[in-house]
């Protein structure tokens, strides 16, 4: 599939297969845009998202920025990420939930890998809070990998293999990468709302295996016009 610069569409479906195609992102454009500092104080949760789509340009750059490649020789073997992790263990998911299904962002690859084609964003948000938001472009959802922080490259602490550090560690490492989604729609001038969400759907929707934990979710579009 060649990379398009225009809106994401809903990918053809393969035959006998309930899910998407894969989206094979264009490459991230690094120059231009705001500086960080700039960037830094436009910051803010904006929860008005409106319904229009994102070019898939700016899906990608805004994959990059949250967790994407930007170092073949990263420490322990690994390309480095934009956002750091625990003993580099690289432990946390992005799912992404558009209307044409959920896909997993491969940052090696940079593309999305299709889960299923059913539209989650609704589960994207926790049930006190779906009135607010319903039909915003992007939903990032954040699962932790269990496996890959006791199995990591990087250093062995006994700490990787306590349930209560892990928990610590996986929650400031999902916190890293939605604080780079936060900057980077400052700069692009998107509206972003990190946010709960219901942990048990998405889990059996996305038929999650016992060592991932669903954890936050992240909404991401074009601030609502009044």
Not at 55 to 84: I, K
Not at 108 to 132: C, F, K
Request: with cysteine; aromatic share 8%.
């Amino acid at each position: 599939m060649k990379p398009s610069t225009g809106r994401v569409a809903r990918p053809r479906s393969r035959r006998g297969t309930t899910a998407p195609e894969p989206i094979r992102l264009p490459p991230p454009r690094l120059g231009g845009g705001a500086r960080v500092l700039a960037a830094l104080r436009s910051r803010r949760t904006t929860r008005e998202i409106a319904a229009r789509p994102l070019p898939l340009r700016v899906l990608s750059n805004l994959l990059w920025a949250a967790c994407g490649v930007n170092r073949t020789d990263g420490p322990f073997g690994y390309p480095g990420l934009t956002a750091a992790s625990a003993s580099d263990s690289q432990e946390i998911e992005v799912y992404v939930a558009l209307a044409s299904g959920v896909y997993r962002f491969e940052p090696r690859g940079h593309r999305l890998v299709p889960v299923t084609a059913r539209d989650l964003r609704s589960l994207a948000i926790g049930r006190g809070q779906r009135a607010m938001v319903t039909d915003a472009p992007v939903q990032i959802v954040y699962v932790a990998d269990v496996h890959k922080l006791t199995h990591t490259a990087g250093f062995r602490e006994p700490g990787l293999l306590d349930p209560a550090v892990q928990r610590s560690y996986y929650y400031v490492d999902t916190g890293m990468i939605a604080g780079n989604v936060y900057v980077y729609a400052a700069a692009a001038g998107l509206a972003c709302w990190f946010h709960n969400c219901d942990r048990p759907a998405l889990r059996r929707a996305l038929g999650l295996g016992a060592g991932r934990r669903v954890l936050f979710a992240q909404t991401v579009g074009y601030p609502q016009t009044r």
